[in-house]
T-cell receptor, first 112, second 114 residues
Framework: RKEVEQDPGPFNVPEGATVAFNCTYS??????FFWYRQDCRKEPKLLMS???SGNEDGRFTAQLNRASQYISLLIRDSKLSDSATYLC?????????????FGAGTILRVKS | DTAVSQTPKYLVTQMGNDKSIKCEQN?????MYWYKQDSKKFLKIMFS???????INETVPNRFSPKSPDKAHLNLHINSLELGDSAVYFC?????????????FGDGTRLSIL
């Protein structure tokens, strides 16, 4: 079983749609969780951290369910510029270091 | 003012050669990383250094040797390049070695082995 699993998509949605991505992780001792965004042929960039209480940043809402080892990202009112690959990222913190484990990513294509 | 910069951006070379990729960060971070993103787009950590000390060394062939002359630099030297080494290599940095902080990535070095 992969450490972090995501539906690869692609998700093809019209502008203005609401879209949700899910992710599961296998290491129950994981300490921190993130969503990164990667545009084609670019570097990954932090979109948002994910907290147990859930958090929102504008049109983006992230949720964490530790009991089910499940993370979600909701994007409301999709824009063309949201088209990218969304990477679910888990940090199974170990005593000796900070190691990010990336999912394979979910491709989002927003169309006009 | 690039925060994490890598050179070169593109590297095309023949099998068997030795090459180096350089990385520098001007964020004042203590920890730096090398990641490899293969053709299937999986991004996997290779190495991590904290204040010039190696703290993470994943299962990577010993042809790959990282070197950190100071905490702002982490270079990657690759000996006897093989076809399977073709990938995009990303350098990253973070404030400390703890789990909370995000990592900032360079824009990648695209390595192609002929």
């Amino acid at each position: 079983r992969k450490e972090v699993e995501q539906d690869p998509g692609p998700f093809n949605v019209p502008e203005g749609a609401t879209v949700a991505f899910n992710c599961t992780y296998s290491n129950s001792a994981s300490q921190s969780f993130f969503w990164y965004r990667q545009d084609c042929r670019k570097e990954p960039k932090l979109l948002m951290s994910v907290y147990s209480s859930g958090n929102e940043d504008g049109r983006f809402t992230a949720q964490l369910n530790r009991a089910s080892q499940y993370i979600s990202l909701l994007i409301r009112d999709s824009k063309l510029s949201d088209s990218a690959t969304y990477l679910c990222v888990v940090n199974p913190y170990m005593e000796y270091g900070n190691k990010l484990v990336f999912g394979a990513g979910t491709i989002l294509r927003v169309k006009s | 003012d690039t925060a994490v910069s890598q050179t070169p951006k593109y590297l095309v070379t023949q099998m068997g050669n030795d090459k180096s990729i350089k990385c520098e960060q001007n964020l004042g971070h203590d920890t730096m990383y090398w990641y490899k993103q293969d053709s299937k787009k999986f991004l996997k950590i290779m190495f991590s250094y904290n204040n010039k000390e190696l703290i993470i060394n994943e299962t990577v062939p010993n042809r790959f040797s990282p070197k950190s002359p100071d905490k702002a630099h982490l270079n990657l030297h690759i000996n006897s390049l093989e076809l399977g080494d073709s990938a995009v290599y990303f350098c990253a940095s973070s404030q400390d070695r703890g789990p909370e902080g995000p990592q900032h990535f360079g824009d990648g070095t695209r390595l192609s082995i002929l």
